[in-house]
C-alpha cells in the first residue's frame, strides 16, 4: 500500500528580492523534501500589506518570487504553489480564529513589538492579528509539518495553541501542525556585518546577495567582504567574516569546511575570495537562467498558480466547511 505522505506547507512574504541567505538556508533544502512531503509554498502577499508596499512593486515583486520557486527547481507536478490572495478560504478562516485568539497572546508576539517600533507611523489592527492569519494559512491544509526559522517559532506555537483551543471547544477539527527543523541549513551572514545574518531588508545592498544578481557584481560584494586583519583561512574567534564565506563556499559547492580549510592553509584572502565568488555564480547561474526564462513565459508561469490556486482552494475549503458547520453557521 501507498505510504500517505505528510503535508509541508510554507509562505515567503513578497517584500524584497530573494537573498543568498533565502536560498541556501530554505528553499534550497524544500527542493529535496519534494519527493518524500506534499508540499505547499505560499506568495503571502496578504501579510505583506501588513506595512505599506507601492502596489505596482507588489504585484512585481509576487510573480517574480513565484517565479523564482520555479526556477530553484519546486516542481509543479509535486508541489502546490499558490499567492494567498488568490484563495479566499485564508482570509475567511483567519476572521473565525480571530474570535478564539486573546490580545495578550498577540501583545506577546516579538515580532509585533519589533514591527511597532520599526513603523511607528503604521501600527495598524493588521500588523497585531498577522499571527493569526499565519495560523489559518497553515491550519487550513490540516498540515503535519512547518518548516522555521527561529523568527517564526513563536508564531508557529501560537497556531498550535489556537488549533488546541478550537479542537477543545468543538472536537477534532484541525491537525495540530509540528516544526520541522531542517538538518543542513547554512546561517548565511551579512557581507559587510559578520555577526548580523543577510537578509533582504538590509538597507546597505552591499550586505546581501540578490541570487538574480549578475556574476560582476556578485564578484565585487564579494571582494570588498569584511574580513579580518589576521591573513589566515580559519574558523575562530573574530573570523566571523572568514567564517562566513567559508560556509558559502561549502553550501555552494559541496565541500566540507575541514577540506576547505586545510586546501587553503598558507593563502591568501585574495585568491580564496575569488574561489567563493566563482562558486557563487556558479552556483546561482542556473537559477538565474531558468529564472528569465520564465520571466519571459508568463502563461506558463500564470497556468502554474492558477491551477496551484485552484487545487488549493479546494483543499481548504474542506476544512473551512468543516469550521463553519462546527461554530453553527446555517449550511449554504
Ligand atoms: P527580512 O529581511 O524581511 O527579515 P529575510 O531575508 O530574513 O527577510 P524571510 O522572508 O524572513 O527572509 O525568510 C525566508 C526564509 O529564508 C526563512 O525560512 C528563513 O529562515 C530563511 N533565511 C532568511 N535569511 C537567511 C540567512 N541569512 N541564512 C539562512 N537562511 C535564511
Ligand atoms: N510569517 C512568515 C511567512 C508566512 C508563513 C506562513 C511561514 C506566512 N504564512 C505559514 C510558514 C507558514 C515570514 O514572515 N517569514
Not at 519527493?35 to 508596499?53: G, K
Not at 489592527?125 to 517564526?152: C, K, N, R, S
Request: charged content about 25%.
Amino acid at each position: 500500500m501507498e505510504e500517505v505522505k505528510k503535508i509541508l506547507y510554507s509562505a515567503v512574504q513578497p517584500s524584497g528580492c530573494v537573498t543568498l541567505g533565502n536560498y541556501l538556508g530554505a528553499i534550497k533544502n524544500w527542493v529535496d523534501l519534494q519527493e518524500s512531503y506534499n508540499c505547499m509554498y505560499c506568495v503571502a502577499d496578504l501579510h505583506s500589506i501588513t506595512v505599506r508596499q507601492t502596489p505596482a512593486d507588489l504585484r512585481k515583486r509576487s510573480v517574480e518570487l513565484l517565479s523564482l520557486f520555479l526556477a530553484c527547481g519546486l516542481d509543479p507536478e509535486k508541489n502546490i504553489m499558490y499567492f494567498q490572495s488568490h484563495v479566499p478560504a485564508h482570509a475567511e478562516l483567519a476572521w473565525i480564529l480571530n474570535c478564539y485568539t486573546y490580545m495578550g497572546e498577540l501583545s506577546r508576539m516579538t515580532q509585533f513589538k519589533d514591527k511597532s517600533q520599526r513603523h511607528a507611523d503604521n501600527i495598524n489592527a493588521g500588523l497585531f492579528t498577522y499571527p493569526v492569519l499565519m495560523a489559518a494559512d497553515i491550519l487550513l491544509y490540516q498540515t503535519d509539518l512547518v518548516p522555521v526559522g527561529v523568527d517564526q517559532k513563536q508564531h508557529l506555537e501560537l497556531a498550535r495553541d489556537i488549533a488546541a483551543r478550537f479542537n477543545g471547544i468543538y472536537s477534532e477539527t484541525f491537525k495540530i501542525p509540528e516544526p520541522y527543523i531542517a538538518k543542513v541549513g547554512a546561517k548565511i551572514m551579512s557581507l559587510t556585518e559578520p555577526t548580523k545574518k543577510m537578509s533582504k531588508s538590509d538597507p546597505n545592498p552591499k550586505g546581501f546577495i540578490s541570487v538574480v544578481e549578475d556574476a560582476d557584481s556578485i564578484a565585487k560584494k564579494i571582494k570588498s567582504a569584511v574580513t579580518d586583519s589576521e591573513g589566515s583561512i580559519r574558523r575562530g574567534e573574530g573570523k566571523e567574516g572568514i567564517e562566513n564565506l567559508m560556509s558559502i563556499l561549502s553550501a555552494t559547492s559541496g565541500e566540507s569546511i575541514e577540506s576547505i580549510e586545510s586546501r587553503f592553509a598558507g593563502k591568501g584572502y585574495g585568491e580564496f575570495k575569488a574561489e567563493v565568488a566563482e562558486a557563487v555564480v556558479e552556483c546561482l547561474r542556473p537559477i538565474k537562467e531558468k529564472y528569465d526564462q520564465y520571466m519571459q513565459d508568463k502563461a506558463y508561469v500564470e497556468k502554474v498558480y492558477t491551477e496551484g490556486a485552484q487545487h488549493a482552494q479546494y483543499l481548504a475549503r474542506r476544512t473551512l466547511d468543516k469550521v463553519y458547520r462546527k461554530v453553527g453557521f446555517v449550511k449554504r
